[in-house]
């Protein structure tokens, strides 16, 4: 009987009186948001850590065993597995801006880290684990492939017919945008507050 007159709020309880007496039972309840906190980030970098390491053994594959191979068919001439060097962005577009791009990759990343401290959404926490760890793979390949560092050209081997050739880390690039922007038209913040309007 206490515990539904406490939280319906009746004028004779101390908690509707206000003396502050339920108030430790309140702060009680607060500590844990901090693990769910924790919990997300741990999401967020796990979801970049498999996206990476996907992403860099599939590289490694390709460079490995298709690299001046005849390219694979893996649907008919619809889908083919083809090793080419992509000095560009995503989908081989904009060749000549290689360092700018490099810078931009390491700019997301620092972005998305310094997101990390108020991220309390799980949803929030994929897409940006998705977007991280597309950032590292192609950034990897920039810094440490020839023809040098910050212009090394991305391995791509995905080959849709009647599309541009891409990898691993593009396509959790653009799930994670994809993502990103269903969640923001939803209201939904990084911390996991949600906005009507």
């Known amino acids: 009987m206490a515990e539904a007159e406490r939280i319906i709020g009746t004028p004779d309880t101390p908690d509707a009186a206000g003396d502050g007496q339920e108030r430790p039972d309140a702060e009680q309840e607060r500590p844990p948001e901090r693990p769910r906190g924790r919990r997300r980030v741990a999401v967020l970098f796990a979801v970049a850590a498999f996206a990476y390491a996907l992403d860099l053994v599939s590289k ?3 460079v490995a065993k298709l690299e001046h191979q005849e390219p694979i068919e893996i649907v008919g001439d619809w889908l083919r597995f083809v090793a080419i060097r992509n000095a560009g962005a995503a989908f081989g577009f904009g060749e000549a801006f290689t360092v700018i791009f490099t810078v931009i990759a390491a700019v997301v990343i620092v972005v998305i880290a310094r997101l990390a401290r108020k991220l309390y959404s799980l949803p929030w926490a994929i897409a940006l684990g998705m977007l991280l760890g597309g950032a590292l793979g ?7 492939r020839a023809p040098g560092v910050f212009e090394g050209a991305v391995v791509d081997f995905i080959a849709p017919k009647h599309f541009a050739v891409f990898n691993l880390a593009d396509s959790a690039i653009v799930c994670g945008g994809i993502l990103i922007v269903i969640l923001s038209f939803r209201g939904l913040d ?5 906005h009507k309007d």
Do not use: A, Q
Request: proline residues 7%.
């Open 190 to 194: 990084p911390d996991g507050t949600v």
């Open 60 to 62: 490694m594959i390709v």
């Open 138 to 144: 192609n950034l990897t390949d920039r810094i440490f």
